[in-house]
């Protein structure tokens, strides 16, 4: 089981980057998805996340809004849409799933390397 995640950069304030995150080894839709942040110094953050059984999906507080997250079956890939970003933003994204999992916090147990989000004011 592997997640590999791109697309992330560097990205002025109020600006847009679009996250992908492939997945090899299993069928995303058997598995919850999600996304997490990891700021510099800091352990990671939940961002969004999306139920296996029912596709419910789920934001912090903070990115409602001008986040969305979504899967493609057909490329078996999760993709995280950033708009409006705010240098708070800035941060490692790490690609999360897990079998059956129904909440964003907790443990997750696959992860992937991350990719790294930087938003300038």
């Known amino acids: 089981v592997q997640l590999a995640e791109s697309g992330g950069g560097l990205a002025q304030s109020g600006g847009s980057l679009r996250l992908s995150c492939v997945a090899s080894?299993?069928?995303?839709?058997?598995?919850?998805i999600g996304w997490f942040r990891q700021a510099p110094g800091k352990e990671p953050d939940w961002v969004s996340c999306?139920?296996?059984?029912?596709?419910?999906?789920f934001y912090e507080d903070s990115v409602k809004g001008r986040f969305t997250l979504s899967r493609d079956k057909a490329s078996n890939t999760v993709y995280l849409q950033m708009n409006n970003l705010k240098p708070e933003d800035t941060g490692v994204y790490l690609c999360?799933?897990?079998?059956?999992?129904?909440?964003?916090?907790?443990?997750?147990?696959?992860w992937g390397q991350g990719t790294q989000v930087t938003v300038s004011s």
């Open positions: 999360v799933a897990d079998l059956g999992k129904r909440s964003c916090d907790g443990r997750w147990y696959h």
């Open positions: 080894g299993f069928t995303l839709p058997h598995y919850a």
């Open positions: 999306s139920r296996s059984d029912d596709q419910k999906i």
